[in-house]
C-alpha cells in the first residue's frame, strides 16, 4: 500500500524563550515524528538545526528565507494601537510602566487618549487600526514557497514579522498561535493576525483573550488551554540519587551542601541585583553547609557577578548563547540545567520573572526579592513594581512565595525556610494552588499541545 504523504508543517520561530517552549520541551521533535516539519527563524542557525535534528533524532528542514525586519511605519501605527489598547482595557502593567516618562510626556499621551475615551471610539480604533496593520502587512515580499504549507504555527504571535507571515498565507492555510508566556497578552499589545486556534497556558491568560478579542469580533472559541510545555519536566519521576550525584559533580558541591538557587533578572529590569548576592554572602558567611548557585538570566550582565564569585560558597551559571542583536537559540542542555538546579536547591530567590511559577510547580520553597539593594528606589524604578503587572497580581494573591522588602526580612524568610528545611533539600511537591497557572500538575502538557494540534490540522 502506497504511504499517504505527511502533512507540511510551518513552524515560525523568533524568540529564545519560544525555543524553550516549543523545542526544548520536545513538542517539535515529537511533531516531527508525524509531520514534515520545516522552520522559519532568525535565531535558529544552520548548525543548530544540525544538533537539534542529531539531538532529537528527526529530520527538521530550515527555509533560507529570512523574517523580514519591520518597517517604521507599521511601527508607528503599532505604537498607537498599543497605546489605545492599554488605555482602554486599563492595563496596569503599562500605567506603572508609564510613571517612568517625563510628566510633559504623560499629560500629553493622557490628553490625546482621553479624547478618543470620550467621544466612545476607542473600540472602533482599535478594530480599524488592526484591520489596516493586516492589510499592510500582505504587501511584505516574500517567496512563493511559503504557500505550500498545510498549516504554519506562530510561536511568538504578539511579533510582527510572525504576523507579517500568517497574514499573506492565511486563510488558505491552517494558522495556529502559541503564545509563549504568560505576560504577552497584558504587556506586548494586540495579535495582527488572525488564527484558526490560539494556544494559551491557563485560564487566567485564556480570560485575557476571551475579554481583549471578544472586543474585536473573534470568537473566543479559538482558545484551548494547554498547560505550559516546557513544564513537563517538574513533573515526571526522576532518579533523585542520580540528580543529585550530576549536579554535585558538576557545580563541585559536597553532599551535605544546601543550596539557596539565585535566579537574577534582565538587567535593565534590575541593574543593582549584584547588591542581592552581597547579601545572600553575608547570610551565609558563617554557615558551611550553605552554598549559592547564581543562575544569570539570558539578559542580564555576568560581569557583574564574577566579581563577587571568587568565594568558595558562591557559584555561577551563565546561558552559553548570549542575547543582544545576535540573539541566538538558547543550549540544547538549557532546560534540562535548569530542572537540575530546581531538583537540587532548599530555597529559590528570584525577581519577578517567570522562574516565580517553575518554583511553584517544582514544589520549592520561594523567596521574591521586592527591594532595591541598598540603595532604596522610588516606585517608579524600583523592582517591587513589577510585581503589580497584570499577570503576577493572581499569583501574588495566592501568597505562596515569601515577598521580601528588605535585607532584613530576607534573612528572616531563609532562617524559616533553611531551618524547617533541616540538613537534607526538601522533597518536591507541587502546591496544589499553583495549578491554577500551571492549568496540569502531571507531564500531559505537550501530549495536550499536540492533540489540539492534530485536530488543528486535520
Known amino acids: 500500500m502506497k504511504e499517504t504523504a505527511r502533512k507540511k508543517v510551518l513552524i515560525l520561530i523568533s524568540n529564545r524563550f519560544a525555543c524553550t517552549n516549543v523545542i526544548h520541551s520536545h513538542l517539535l521533535s515529537k511533531l516531527a515524528k ?18 537539534i535534528n542529531q539531538h532529537f533524532q528527526v529530520n527538521i528542514h530550515k527555509l533560507d528565507q529570512i523574517l523580514l525586519p519591520e518597517g517604521r511605519w507599521s511601527k508607528f501605527i503599532r505604537k498607537i494601537e498599543k497605546m489605545l489598547f492599554f488605555e482602554h482595557f486599563k492595563i496596569q502593567s503599562f500605567r506603572i510602566k508609564q510613571m517612568r516618562m517625563p510628566r510633559t510626556i ?3 499621551l493622557n490628553g490625546l487618549l482621553y479624547i478618543p475615551q470620550c467621544l466612545n471610539i476607542n473600540v472602533f480604533l482599535l478594530v480599524q487600526l488592526r484591520k489596516y496593520l493586516i492589510y499592510h502587512s500582505k504587501h511584505y515580499h516574500y517567496a512563493q514557497s511559503l504557500f505550500q504549507f498545510d498549516g504554519v504555527i506562530s510561536t511568538s504571535p504578539l511579533d510582527f514579522r510572525e504576523n507579517v507571515i500568517i497574514n499573506q498565507m492565511h486563510p488558505r492555510t491552517r494558522t495556529m498561535a502559541i503564545v509563549i508566556s504568560w505576560d504577552n497578552l497584558t504587556t506586548k499589545g494586540l495579535i495582527n493576525a488572525n488564527h484558526h486556534l490560539v494556544l494559551v497556558w491557563n485560564k487566567f491568560m485564556a480570560a485575557d483573550y476571551g475579554r481583549i478579542y471578544s472586543k474585536l469580533k473573534l470568537p473566543a472559541h479559538r482558545i484551548q488551554i494547554t498547560g505550559i510545555p516546557r513544564f513537563d519536566v517538574y513533573f515526571k519521576a526522576y532518579d533523585t540519587v542520580k540528580s543529585k550525584s550530576d549536579f554535585i559533580k558538576k557545580f563541585q558541591y559536597s553532599k551535605e551542601d544546601r543550596i539557596l538557587l539565585f535566579a537574577t533578572s534582565a538587567h535593565k529590569h534590575f541593574p543593582n541585583q549584584a547588591q542581592i548576592l552581597n547579601d545572600l554572602q553575608a547570610y551565609c558567611f558563617h554557615k558551611e553547609d550553605l552554598k549559592i548557585l547564581v543562575r544569570c538570566h539570558a ?5 557583574h557577578y564574577i566579581p563577587h564569585c571568587k568565594s568558595t560558597y558562591t557559584r555561577l551559571w551563565a546561558p552559553l548563547n548570549e542575547t543582544g542583536p545576535d540573539q541566538r537559540m538558547p543550549d540544547i542542555d538549557h532546560l534540562n540545567s535548569l530542572v537540575s538546579m530546581m531538583q537540587n536547591c532548599s530555597v529559590c530567590i528570584q525577581v519577578a520573572s517567570t522562574i516565580r511559577l517553575d518554583a511553584m510547580a517544582c514544589g520549592k520553597p520561594l523567596i521574591s526579592i521586592a527591594y532595591d539593594g541598598d540603595r532604596p528606589q522610588k516606585y517608579s524604578i524600583s523592582v517591587r513594581r513589577y510585581y503589580d503587572y497584570d499577570h503576577q497580581i493572581p499569583l501574588n494573591a495566592l501568597q505562596l512565595d515569601r515577598m521580601v522588602y528588605s535585607k ?4 528572616l524568610a531563609l532562617d524559616q525556610i533553611i531551618g524547617a528545611a533541616g540538613p537534607q533539600t526538601p522533597t518536591p511537591t507541587t502546591h496544589p494552588d499553583s495549578s491554577a497557572f500551571t492549568h496540569f500538575t502531571k507531564p500531559i502538557a505537550v501530549e495536550t499541545s499536540l492533540q489540539y494540534i492534530h485536530t488543528w490540522l486535520n
Open 106 to 108: 504623560i499629560q500629553l
Open 299 to 303: 539578559a542580564d550582565d555576568i560581569n
Open 34 to 51: 508525524i509531520y514534515d516539519i520545516s522552520i522559519l527563524s532568525d535565531i535558529i542557525s544552520n548548525s543548530d538545526l544540525l544538533e
Open 408 to 411: 532584613e526580612q530576607l534573612f
